[in-house]
Structures are given as C-alpha cells and as structure tokens.
C-alpha cells in the first residue's frame, strides 16, 4: 500500500549538533519529497523538497538527501539551534497524476541550550 | 493573495451532529486535500481533489464527504459526528510543487 515510515519519533540533541531524520516509502513510482516543518499550535510549512531526478539538495543549514534504488530519503539539521525545536514531517507524492501527498508519522525535534 | 483559509477555527459538536468545515485557496491550484491530525499520527489524508468535480478517498475517508464544485473551494462534511473525529483538521492545496496548509480547525465532540 502507499506508506511512509519515519524515524525517530523523538529526537533531542545539544545546540550546534546535527539532526538526522530518515524517512522510507512504499511506491518506486513518487517522484516528490517534500519536508514540512510545524511549531506548536501553527500550520506545517514547507522547508526544503526534492525531486527524483535529484540526488541532494541543499539550502544553507538544512540539506535533503534520496536514494531512489532503496527508496528512503533523509533530512539533515547541521548546527541546530533553538529555534529549530518543532515537529517535522517528511511526506511522499503517490500517482503524480493526483498529487496525492502521504506524510509521515512526525519527529519531535528538541535543540537544548 | 490570502492562500487557504479555513473556517471556523474551532468547534465543539455533540456525538450525532453534522457540520461542515469551509475551505478556500485563492491561488487557481488544482489540487486540494484534507488532513487530520492527531498525537502520534501525523497528518492523515481523509479526501483529495484533482480539480472541479474531482474527488477520491485518502487513508481514513469514513464518515467524511467531500465535493468540489469550484476551483477555489473544497468544504468537508462530517454527517454524524463521533468522539472519535475529535482532532485538528487542516486543508491544504498545491500546484505541481509545493503544498500550502490552511491555518486549521480545532474540532470537539463530545
């Protein structure tokens, strides 16, 4: 079925560390990788999305990697702070004839001072 | 532009009633979705539209009904609310690429 899993659910590292969130999917056929980003109490915003014709993409401290053979894709956090404390969701494109977009289950991230 | 909006922000129902939750986008997008959320779960995709006319069930459809008669709006309709759809729902639409969120409706039943 159209699925993604993400991992960790939860994640806590130390200001300026880096964070790594990992996300697999079910159809060989998603061609769109989309990163969401939501504090508490607001809507999920975009941050950084990849297409399969691409193998990294990066936009100053937040980089995206795929593997489209092992279908799994990663969101890399470098010199996290504060700031970046929020619950991000990795999601999938299932059928580009419909747009169809399936999140993931959601990684807390906590930055600690 | 005021991207999508979504009304109302919050609602308490009692089990058994129904309601409709409004959406709207003002960016002439094609695709339109809904979503619940929920502790734990992520978003949930409950029904999606391809365009006016155009709807298809998303991983938890039951109990919820969707139409999209214009471009611009994409109402959800609970017809006999349960405890169970207590969550936050967001609409959402997008072009080719990026998906936009509305800002959510907080929604009750007891």
């Known amino acids: 079925g159209e699925n993604v899993e993400q991992h960790p659910s939860t994640l806590s590292v130390q200001e300026g560390d880096s964070a790594v969130i990992k996300c697999t999917y079910s159809?060989?056929?998603?061609?769109?990788f989309p990163w969401y980003k939501q504090e508490l109490g607001k809507r999920p915003q975009l941050i950084i999305d990849?297409?399969?014709?691409?193998g990294e993409k990066k936009d100053q401290r937040i980089a995206v990697t795929l593997n489209k053979t092992a279908k799994h894709f990663s969101l890399h956090i470098t010199e996290t702070q504060p700031e970046d404390s929020a619950v991000y969701f990795c999601?999938?494109?299932?059928?580009?004839?419909?747009?169809?977009?399936?999140f993931g289950q959601g990684t807390t991230l906590q930055v600690k001072p | 532009n005021a991207g999508v909006t979504q009304t109302p922000k919050f609602q308490v129902l009692k089990t058994g009633q129904s309601m409709t939750l409004q959406c709207a986008q003002d960016?002439?997008?094609?695709?339109m979705s809904w979503y619940r959320q929920d502790p734990g779960m992520g978003l949930r995709l409950i029904h999606y539209?391809?365009?006016?006319?155009?709807?298809d069930q998303g991983e938890v459809p039951n109990g919820y009904n969707v139409s999209r008669s214009t471009t611009e709006d994409f109402p959800l309709r609970l017809l006999s609310a349960a405890p169970s759809q207590t969550s936050v729902y967001f609409c959402?639409?997008?072009?080719?690429?990026?998906?936009?969120f509305g800002p959510g409706t907080r929604l009750t039943v007891t």
């Open positions: 539209s391809v365009g006016a006319g155009i709807t």
């Open positions: 959402a639409s997008r072009d080719g690429g990026q998906q936009y």
């Open positions: 159809d060989s056929a998603s061609n769109y």
């Open positions: 960016m002439n997008h094609e695709y």
């Open positions: 990849i297409r399969s014709n691409v």
């Open positions: 999601a999938a494109i299932f059928s580009s004839n419909t747009g169809k977009l399936i």
